[in-house]
């Protein structure tokens, strides 16, 4: 079945680090892509998506491509802040209802001053 | 603006007791969902509906009931069957692949 991989956290990071969250997947068919960020006792915010091959989404100065030959929709920023403090899902839809909606494990970054 | 409403924030239920946790949304979006989510842990897909009037279990459903009368209205039961029903529930609606929108949760506590 579909599936998402992330990897595993807590990610610590000083603040104007560098930031990379791999995620890669597994689905049967063509999936659009996703980055959810939930910040403590909230819902998940949709961060950025991409819905085909090669299309890289962006928001707030975190990015992420959508690679088709290595499966993978890996989240970056150039300098983290304190208030990127959360947890990141990394996401997959295939077809047209979430059915078919698949939720990575998260990743919690912790960005320290 | 357009969003998803759930109440209450926090709810408090007695070992025993039903408790409806509430989900409205006024995107106009067809599908609805509702997670349940654990301290540390990803997100577990309880019931989904796509359409007025129908809807089908997910992953953990049992101790859990759904009804979706309006297109708006997704409302939760944790039925007395559920034995371990502390967590942040999260309620969520999609249109086609455009991704989710989620409510901002309510955390049920057994006392």
């Known amino acids: 079945g579909d599936s998402v991989t992330q990897m595993e956290g807590p990610v610590t990071l000083s603040e104007e680090a560098f930031l990379t969250i791999n995620c890669t997947y597994t689905?049967?068919?063509?999936?659009?892509l996703f980055w959810y960020v939930q910040y403590p006792g909230e819902g998940l915010q949709l961060l950025l998506k991409a819905t085909k091959a090669d299309d890289k989404g962006s928001n707030k100065g975190f990015e992420a491509t959508y690679r088709k030959e290595t499966t993978s929709f890996h989240l970056e920023k150039g300098s983290v802040q304190v208030s990127d403090s959360a947890v990141y899902f990394c996401?997959?839809?295939?077809?047209?209802?979430?059915?078919?909606?698949?939720f990575g494990p998260g990743t919690r970054l912790s960005v320290l001053p | 603006d357009g969003g998803i409403t759930q109440s209450p924030k926090y709810l408090f239920r007695k070992e025993g007791q039903n408790v409806t946790l509430s989900c409205e949304q006024n995107l106009n979006h067809d599908a609805m969902y509702w997670y349940r989510q654990d301290p540390g842990q990803g997100l577990r897909l309880i019931y989904y509906s796509q359409i007025v009037n129908d809807f089908q279990k997910g992953d953990i459903a049992e101790g859990y009931s759904v009804s979706r009368e309006k297109k708006e209205s997704f409302p939760l039961t944790v039925t007395s069957a559920q034995k371990n029903p502390t967590a942040f529930y999260l309620c969520a609606s999609s249109m086609q692949d455009y991704g989710y929108t989620f409510g901002s949760g309510t955390r049920l506590t057994v006392v």
């Open positions: 996401a997959l839809s295939v077809g047209n209802y979430g059915q078919n909606f698949v």
């Open positions: 689905a049967t068919g063509y999936p659009s």
